[in-house]
């Protein structure tokens, strides 16, 4: 082999006899002047003859030979055309004969073989009807030719006697065996993996697409033209890393300089040596047909296209890659994993059990699936740098980290998207699978289309957790319990678009027997409707609490939102419902009316009178609906997402949620909320559902209030009046504790205070319950340090100390100051329930 940078190029001349054949039966590797005889060898050829008739037509005689064997082989000069020979029935039926060792040693007239394992084909050579002679093909394998080999000697056959029927005039035919094979554009090579150089004739040079002149002899030149993705898989297929004569083939695409892409077929083994020359390994390459995609192919993108397309979640895009490739391309493992930062994070594995994936990635399995930095894996680090697919035969050489993923074939996916590699997909093969041309082109365009929707999907999906995490930050935790009720909710967000809307619901606990819900829509979805809706929500729940009035209330809340100066506006339902008596107040804000299931079973849409949406105009009037409602009672409060779309009208979304409430079990009102909400499929807005099931009090409070005289003996008369109260309760075993309290808390309100002071007394169950309201909106102050000399302080002290709880709230007008007091356990007749009010006065 010459080492002087430049390649030689050489072409068979026709020859009677060959010498140098190795005793042990294996193929030498073919000289370096006659390339030729390599493509022979590829195809399974010790040797090839052509035979054509003589001038009488009698026989057949040997017009030329070529091959690494010729010398080993006794072929005849002439062969009669009335005998037995393969050549001369092959001649007459003009049809090919294959035949292996054993056919071959009971065959008269054949060659004579110098071992037992010795196959023959006899190929007639004719064309338009007429026979010109017959190609005999000699192989060293006792199994016959294979079928490729059968069909490229088939192919050959035709180009010979394509020669020889141009020149059937002549006495003696011109060179046949080698022109005939230049004709059918097969290259060949030899090369030795420890230089790096390589011999090529003129053939493969000009499939690869390089001049004579412009190659120097190394293999690095002669494969310049490749594409990038292929180029793991020639080297691995070059490497002579597998049993000396085991042929390895490839299919493989260069670039020519004219800008086209061929496809080219690659076929190699590494030939036994018997001398101290290096290790070599020789191969053919001949031209294939462009693979156009089939019509299957074609479907299998636009699907993959659309499902992509439809995919919002990374989830969604996983579930559509293992539907994608692991059916189609009978495939044994299929993993997706994202590249964040240096990290390679698994979002999907088929199949899914640890015991199907590489020990190292057990190891790495600390949650739903595993995850490992890109250096442990550099088969991985590699193609995610270079962002070109690697595809690895059967038996190739792999870091433990993917060992065991495709022992039969191994598709390295690189996830392109936007300049830049969003992650990998690797698709994995038990048994040898052969990466045919239509399959690298389906995978080329597959890994194209999951890297785009990948990123998508991944934005999609840090911007919903990041709605996710707002929206429940600007709605209620959990809702309070209910004495005489029960509130569930619901809330789900739009599945278009940011995952953050105005929608908002709330129960607020007014007073012991008083409940508020709310129910709201601000306008958008968006970072700033969402902004407004917390505000909204927040400034409702204030004025409610203070003891304002439903209409006071939402009045309160349009006046803010139009102070706001937002473009934004929002619609409100508000509900003051009283626990003990089922009297009930609407307001509505522009929103949606109210549902309500009756005890009997029956629905209807309650008819309340509504105002502009709040933000509008800021002096507007919303007026009140009272509605009585009897245990039993199922009030929904429900926000258009669920009862309105582009494909459903508002009226007809309202029946459908209305039969939908008569249909569900109230005693369930969680169960009877999901129900409601149905499988609202891909929504286009944001849903929020406020259920309450009123059940009524089984015990009432009982209750009496005593406006308090501004008189030097007030306090006297407050106390007169409590101790009364507790002897008709029959609770006198607290009367120490609630009279001490009383007179703490009247007198702080009278010495503190100006205007109207008001005491109220509630007995429920084994609680009494002090309120001492008074008109100023500051909250009494416990003192920070008590000492002998202090005059004033301990009367709060003295009343925590008392009270089982104990505080302050703002009310309309001022502020309300209560206490608990726990009445000792015992038997008692029951009380007069009947409520009391008094004003100033002796017992």
Same mark, same amino acid.
């Given at each position: ?18 010498? @140098? ?137 035709? *180009? ?179 590249l964040r930062e240096d990290r390679l994070m698994v979002t999907v594995l088929d199949p899914p059990q640890p015991a199907a994936w590489p020990e190292t990635w057990r190891s790495e399995w600390r949650s739903e699936w595993p995850e490992a930095p890109v250096r442990a894996l550099p088969t991985l680090q590699l193609a995610l740098r270079d962002g070109r697919m690697d595809l690895w035969p059967a038996g190739a050489a792999l870091e433990p980290g993917l060992a065991g993923i495709g022992a039969g074939g191994l598709a390295v996916l690189p996830l392109p998207a936007k300049g830049g590699v969003v992650g990998v997909c690797l698709v994995g093969w038990e048994q040898p699978h052969e990466f045919v041309p239509e399959e690298r082109t389906v995978l080329t365009a597959t890994a194209a289309l999951i890297g785009q929707a990948l990123q998508r999907a991944h934005a999609h999906d840090a911007e919903q957790e990041l709605a996710t995490m707002l929206q429940r930050s600007l709605l209620p935790r959990r809702l309070p319990e209910l004495l005489g009720g029960t509130a569930v909710? /619901? ?55 203070? @003891? ?87 009030? *929904?409060?429900?926000?258009? @997402? ?81 101790? /009364? ?49 008074? *008109? ?54 029951? *009380? ?12």
């Amino acid at each position: 082999m010459p080492h002087d940078g430049r390649a030689r190029v050489g072409v068979s001349r026709p020859r009677a006899a060959e010498a @140098g054949a190795a005793d042990n039966g294996s193929p030498p590797p073919a000289r370096e002047s006659d390339p030729s005889d390599r493509a022979l060898m590829f195809a399974g050829a010790a040797l090839a003859a052509a035979y054509v008739p003589s001038a009488g037509k009698e026989e057949l005689r040997l017009v030329e030979t070529a091959g690494y064997a010729v010398s080993q082989y006794g072929l005849p000069k002439q062969l009669p055309l009335s005998g037995g020979s393969p050549a001369a029935q092959a001649f007459r039926t003009d049809r090919p004969l294959w035949l292996n060792a054993a056919a071959l040693a009971s065959c008269e007239d054949g060659p004579t073989p110098p071992r037992a394992e010795t196959s023959l084909g006899a190929l007639p050579l004719a064309t338009e009807g007429r026979r010109l002679g017959c190609l005999v093909v000699v192989g060293p394998s006792a199994d016959g030719f294979e079928a490729g080999q059968r069909r490229f000697l088939e192919r050959y056959a035709d *180009a010979v006697a394509y020669l020889l029927a141009s020149v059937t005039d002549r006495p003696e035919p011109p060179p046949l065996l080698g022109p005939a094979l230049r004709g059918l554009r097969v290259g060949s090579f030899v090369l030795v993996p420890d230089t790096g150089l390589i011999e090529a004739d003129e053939t493969l040079l000009q499939l690869v697409g390089i001049t004579p002149d412009d190659f120097d002899g190394k293999a690095d030149t002669l494969l310049a033209n490749a594409l990038p993705e292929d180029m793991h898989a020639l080297m691995s297929v070059l490497e002579p890393s597998t049993p000396a004569s085991a042929q390895r083939e490839l299919e493989f695409r260069v670039r020519r300089p004219t800008g086209e892409v061929r496809w080219l077929s690659l076929s190699c083994r590494v030939p036994a040596s018997t001398d101290d020359r290096p290790e070599q390994v020789l191969g053919v390459v001949t031209a294939t047909t462009v693979q156009r995609r089939s019509a299957d192919d074609v479907s299998r993108i636009q699907w993959l296209t659309a499902a992509l397309d439809d995919a919002a979640t990374v989830q969604d895009v996983g579930r559509v890659v293992v539907t994608a490739l692991r059916e189609p391309l009978a495939a044994d493992r299929v993993a997706l994993a994202e590249l964040r930062e240096d990290r390679l994070m698994v979002t999907v594995l088929d199949p899914p059990q640890p015991a199907a994936w590489p020990e190292t990635w057990r190891s790495e399995w600390r949650s739903e699936w595993p995850e490992a930095p890109v250096r442990a894996l550099p088969t991985l680090q590699l193609a995610l740098r270079d962002g070109r697919m690697d595809l690895w035969p059967a038996g190739a050489a792999l870091e433990p980290g993917l060992a065991g993923i495709g022992a039969g074939g191994l598709a390295v996916l690189p996830l392109p998207a936007k300049g830049g590699v969003v992650g990998v997909c690797l698709v994995g093969w038990e048994q040898p699978h052969e990466f045919v041309p239509e399959e690298r082109t389906v995978l080329t365009a597959t890994a194209a289309l999951i890297g785009q929707a990948l990123q998508r999907a991944h934005a999609h999906d840090a911007e919903q957790e990041l709605a996710t995490m707002l929206q429940r930050s600007l709605l209620p935790r959990r809702l309070p319990e209910l004495l005489g009720g029960t509130a569930v909710a /619901r809330y789900l967000p739009a599945r278009r678009g940011l995952q953050v809307g105005g929608d908002w619901y709330d129960v607020i606990v007014i007073s012991e027997d008083r409940v508020a819900l709310v129910i709201g829509d601000v306008q958008g979805h968006s970072a700033a409707a969402a902004t407004i809706m917390g505000q909204m929500r927040t400034a409702v729940r204030a004025y409610a609490v203070e @003891g304002h009035p439903p209409d006071v209330v939402v009045s309160h809340a349009n006046r803010l939102l139009v102070g706001m100066e937002t473009d934004l506006f929002a619609t409100c339902c508000y509900v003051e419902l009283d626990m003990e008596e089922g009297n009930t107040m609407f307001v509505r804000a522009g929103h949606l009316s109210p549902l309500v299931r009756h005890p009997d079973g029956t629905t209807e849409e309650v008819q309340v009178e509504g105002g502009l949406p709040l933000g509008v105009l800021a002096e507007t009037e919303f007026p009140m609906t009272a509605v009585t409602l009897a245990p039993g009672t199922v009030l *929904a409060l429900v926000t258009d @997402g669920l009862v309105e779309a582009a494909d459903l009208p508002l009226d007809e979304g309202m029946d459908r949620t209305r039969i939908a409430l008569a249909a569900a079990d109230p005693a369930d009102p969680g169960r009877m909320a999901d129900e409601l909400l149905g499988d609202a499929g891909r929504r286009e807005d944001d849903v929020a559902l406020l259920l309450l099931r009123y059940d009524g009090m089984k015990t009432r409070p009982i209750r009496v209030g005593w406006v308090v005289w501004r008189l030097p003996d007030a306090v006297m008369h407050a106390r007169r009046f409590t101790a /009364r109260t507790l002897r008709r309760w029959q609770v006198e075993d607290a009367a120490d504790a609630v009279l001490l309290v009383v007179s703490e808390l009247v007198t702080n309100a009278v010495v503190h205070t100006q205007g109207a002071v008001r005491l109220d007394l509630i007995l429920h169950g084994d609680r009494v319950r002090v309120c001492v309201r008074d *008109a100023s909106p500051r909250a009494p102050a416990k003192p920070v340090i008590v000492d002998w000399e202090s005059t004033g302080g301990r009367g709060l002290l003295l009343v925590e100390a008392m009270s089982e709880s104990f505080g302050s709230v703002p009310v309309a007008g001022g502020k309300q100051v209560w206490s608990e007091i726990l009445v000792p356990r015992r038997e008692r007749a029951p *009380a007069d329930p009947g409520p009391r009010t008094e004003r100033g006065g002796l017992p």
